[in-house]
């Protein structure tokens, strides 16, 4: 979200980038410290992760907690340095680029784990797609519910905003993106060894319809403002954020339920 407001040259635009700068990547930091936490529930043992990083070569898994703790470490220089007011425009430019690239690199590297030929289901141009349609949507809904507290008084304004539309369509594109790889998805083979759990048709209906809703919202949010107040836009991208949210956790759990493994 910052990426894209940062290339505006209207006052507002540069303004609302100034405000929004910091609250951003407080929530960024935060969310990547409560995730680095949780994931060391994955280690059966804790006290080795110093070897993770020894298998750079050979190991995405190794990749992708190297690039982790890069995206954690740019966020954190970047968090102090913006608190502590000591970045010039240029060197807060150099950082956003700076996080933005090694964010894009940590969610290839985790896709990539997936990506496994004894798994065809996942190992397919559909997982990086999954989990960058994923961080697209999640992501920028997060930042339109950042945006809310900015525009208390101006019940339609930001909607005006060019940024805040180019935002809407790209999660737009990223569902669309993300609905037309699915129907591509390959056929479970007859050599399985695990065959999928399966998932109810409706669970991908209630999928799809969260997706829709929320996207729904936010496309009337931006394009079709209208004269209700203030507190009443900030429910309704709350509810878009919330159902974007729970849309794709339930995507997680359908493309988890796909698993199927060949061979013995």
């Known amino acids: ?11 507002a635009v540069r303004l609302a980038f100034l405000q929004l700068r910091l609250p951003a990547v407080s929530v960024a930091l935060l969310l990547m410290a409560v995730a680095m936490l949780f994931s060391f529930f ?18 995405w898994l190794s990749r992708e907690i190297l690039m982790v ?24 430019s150099v950082m956003l680029w700076l996080c933005l690239a090694a ?15 004894a798994v065809p289901p996942w190992n397919s141009v559909y997982t990086p797609v999954l989990f960058y349609s994923g961080g697209v949507m999640s992501g920028f ?3 339109f519910l950042l945006e809310v507290p900015g525009h208390e008084g101006e019940a339609g304004r930001f909607g005006q905003l060019p940024y805040s539309r180019v935002m809407v369509l790209m999660i737009l594109s ?3 993106i993300r609905s037309i790889f699915s129907l591509f998805q390959q056929p479970v083979a007859p050599e399985v060894a695990f065959p999928p759990a399966g998932v109810h048709w409706l669970v991908r209906a209630v999928h799809y319809l969260l997706f ?34 729970a849309g794709e956790l339930l ?14």
């Open 1 to 11: 979200g910052l990426a894209v407001i940062s290339a505006g040259k209207q006052v």
């Open 251 to 264: 995507g997680r759990f359908i493309f988890f339920a796909g698993y199927y493994r060949l061979g013995v």
């Open 212 to 245: 829709i809703a929320g996207i729904g919202l936010l496309l009337k949010r931006t394009f079709l403002p209208v004269n209700l107040s203030p507190k009443t836009w900030r429910y309704l991208v709350v509810i878009a954020f919330l159902s974007i949210l």
């Open 69 to 92: 703790s890069v995206f954690g470490l740019l966020l954190l220089a970047w968090y102090i340095l913006l608190r502590t007011r000591s970045l010039s425009e240029r060197a807060s």
């Open 141 to 143: 809904s997060l930042f």
């Open 42 to 59: 994955h280690l059966g043992s804790p006290l080795k992760a110093v070897y993770a990083l020894s298998a750079l070569r050979t190991s």
């Open 174 to 176: 990223a569902f669309l």
């Open 103 to 117: 964010g894009l690199l940590m969610v290839w590297s985790m896709a990539r784990i997936y990506m496994l030929p």
